[in-house]
Nanobody, 123 residues
């Protein structure tokens, strides 16, 4: 059974770069049957996609965050990483890493989630 675990700083100052890592166990991130992504939930708001993509192929980012988002994958560590630059207080949220089935054409809803990690942007 695959498990995902987020790690990273809980507090980031405005204008800095947020970096979170998702460590995957019980499955390989190089599998082409799945995509890997990040979702966040700001306080009092709904879930928001940040970005996602398979190990090979394109990575997609939310248009509202695309200019500040970078997602990378490290097969040697079985990890994938989110970097969000120039953070603002509105980036405060619980951040989740997720896995979902990818048919090669369609991206299905995520089936596996990490437990989530709280990130606060504040000086």
């Amino acid at each position: 059974q695959v498990q995902l675990q987020e790690s990273g700083p809980g507090l980031v100052k405005p204008s800095q770069t947020l970096s979170l890592t998702c460590t995957v166990s019980g499955g390989s991130i190089t599998s082409n049957s799945f995509y890997w992504g990040w979702i966040r939930q700001p306080p009092g708001k709904g879930l928001e996609w940040i970005g996602y993509g398979p190990y090979t192929g394109n990575t997609y980012a939310s248009p509202s965050l695309e200019s500040r988002t970078s997602i990378s994958k490290d097969a040697s560590k079985n990890q994938f990483t989110l970097q969000l630059s120039s953070v603002i207080p509105e980036d405060t949220a619980v951040y989740y890493c997720v896995r979902g089935y990818w048919s090669g054409i369609y991206y299905y809803s995520p089936g596996e989630w990490g437990q989530g990690t709280q990130v606060t942007v504040s000086s």
